[in-house]
């Protein structure tokens, strides 16, 4: 029997001449994993299937002066997925994040996906995955704007400047060809600005930096949220343009008609149960809430003011025509979105298939024979 | 700034260049990890900092035709960790694992481990890690006979003959050359006699296979036990020589004396704490001691029949001195150790060490300067 394995290994370039970059087909990619989600055709760690990953917590202070301690963004995390339908392999995303790194011109995260056959668990194509995972994050709000917002929207709202509400906006503006303003706002003026030229000379669309939010918001069909985590964002519903679709790729607090008043469209109840139960488990519900997209919607879930997850509209049933979307273009509409492992297992199997195709990557040898087995 | 990032890629082939298989410098390499346990100089997953990593559980069963559903030592599992000390890096073993491979001719898992910067994030070293995890597996209980046996013993018996207690064997003799005679025993006798006969042309030292597990333990000083988890293993403490070293690896069962009347030292007493934590949280503690090797002891504590964990010996503090260790030649010890992170990153780690001193392995490259900042 020949027992020789090997796989392919995807540098960064690599995915770029995969077409990791190239906006549109992304978010096809990602309506499809949504509608697999929504069937249950997948497995994330953890005995809910339903985790979202497993970190390496540094610590807020150590005794070892090497050991690494809690710092802005910092953390590692394992992310494992089978996903099914045509994909029907399973994956680990691996990163280490760390805001310091923008100070050695290195971006926040550094991340890896490795795709392994759901039978033998050999490695098929290891990569690069910084791409991979800003244009998942990215395609999520294409897919939302394909289906959730008013077909005649005309203005979009960047709230947060960095390189993953620059990938959402590649992705939403894919499916809104229409719109004719961006306005973007950022804790730092300098960063609206930068992504308002890149904007008008990419996509010769007007757009313009605004120094407070809520000018960036009032006129805005859609709003993309994906701000640091540094400083909390606050969202007054009052901001608002009637029937706006609100996507939060970041945390964002509000008033709580900010929620209340609109209709929730979430990426996937069961993560959300499942990050609720694992708030529970902790001990400490409200600190946990804290750190997560959802915190806000979990809390008025649970003091009665919100509609009970297992009750709740998620994207994928809107996709498969399950459940009801927009229904009115006065409705507005918030939609969340965590990380998920599944989108980065989809976009890597994409990006593996794409290589085997077009001989793109670099064949790496496991072993020609095992030397145990 | 010279932001490009390169890693080095190591086959199985390239591990074995770089003295994998060479047992005795594995075991100091493992004395040193547990001397780090036992000071905390590392963190592993999950916020207690000592979980054991988190895995794709397949389901039962699956509506969907290609989901994989559970089957005999079936899984994926994610196993990060931040090991200090000289280490002082980041790191994620990453495996599939499925007792159907063996019929494919495949080892029953497919392993690498990938070594990260600390800081950064950045891949260091990513590599075929069968050999590493089986090395390091095989060198704990190595560990255990250089600080745990008995100086004169003279027999060991090899419970379980598959490649995880050869390798164990293989470590273990190097810190008792003065043995004599070894037993080994399996659930199929080929296999026993099959390790037997490795072991008389190997070491030519006598060696036979016990039909009856009771034979293969009367004569043994020390016992070495990693069996198949498929039937599960019962020991009667009257089938043990007195002073004897008990060390699982694998799972076993026993009578109540068996524990209550050995002394009982652990690899690392806040992972047990951490189990013993998931256990409850899990809302079906019997269950969950029921499919991991410290079960047995923890059901004894919980009934009060058994030293608490917070009272227990671990053998980092024996190698540290600050905990006795064997203080008789009559006294039963038990060693249990389970798969911990820390050893992969440390084994990993060193192979990273030699392969950039041997020039050994790929170099890969992640990106020449990072595309998204």
């Known amino acids: 029997m020949d027992n020789r394995i090997e796989f392919i290994y995807l540098s960064e370039p690599d995915t770029i001449k995969l077409g990791i970059m190239d906006a549109p087909g992304w978010v096809d990619v990602c309506e499809e994993v949504f509608t697999l989600l929504a069937k249950g055709d997948y497995l994330m760690g953890g005995s809910n299937h339903n985790s979202h990953g497993m970190g390496i917590i540094f610590p807020k202070e150590s005794p070892f002066p090497n050991m690494p301690v809690a710092g802005p963004d910092r953390r590692f995390f394992a992310m494992p997925a089978y996903l099914g339908g045509r994909f029907d392999v399973c994956g680990n995303k691996w990163y280490g994040s760390n805001a310091a790194n923008t100070k ?194 979990y809390t008025l879930i649970d003091q009665g003011k919100l509609a009970k997850l297992e009750d709740s509209t998620d994207i994928g049933n809107v996709i498969l025509g399950k459940k009801p979307g927009r229904t009115n273009d006065e409705e507005n509409i918030v939609f969340v979105a965590c990380g998920m492992a599944v989108f980065d297992v989809a976009c890597g199997f994409e990006l593996y298939q794409r290589a085997l195709k077009q001989g793109v990557g670099q064949k790496l040898l496991l072993w020609n024979e095992p030397y145990l087995k």
């Open 104 to 297: 050695r011109g290195l971006p926040r995260s550094i991340l890896t996906v490795l795709i392994n056959d759901k039978e033998t668990g050999a490695p098929l194509c290891h990569m690069s995955a910084n791409l991979l995972s800003a244009t998942r994050t990215g395609a999520i709000p294409g897919v939302a704007v394909r289906h959730l917002a008013r077909k005649d929207s005309k203005a979009v709202a960047v709230v947060g400047c960095g390189p993953i509400n620059k990938s959402c906006f590649r992705h939403l503006i894919t499916q809104a060809p229409q719109v004719e303003k961006v306005f973007c706002y950022d804790l730092f003026i300098e960063k609206a600005q930068a992504l308002a030229e890149w904007i008008k000379k990419e996509y010769g669309i007007k757009a313009e930096a605004a120094s407070e939010l809520p000018d960036a918001l009032k006129d805005a069909d859609i709003v993309t949220v994906a701000a640091s985590r540094i400083k909390p964002l606050h969202i007054e519903s009052s901001w608002l343009k009637k029937g706006v679709l609100l996507m939060l790729t970041g945390p964002a607090k509000g008033d709580d008609k900010l929620w209340t008043e609109s209709k929730i469209v979430y990426d996937n109840i069961k993560l959300h149960e499942a990050y609720v139960e694992e708030a529970y488990a902790s001990g400490d519900v409200a600190g946990y809430y804290a750190g997560v997209i959802g915190g806000p919607l």
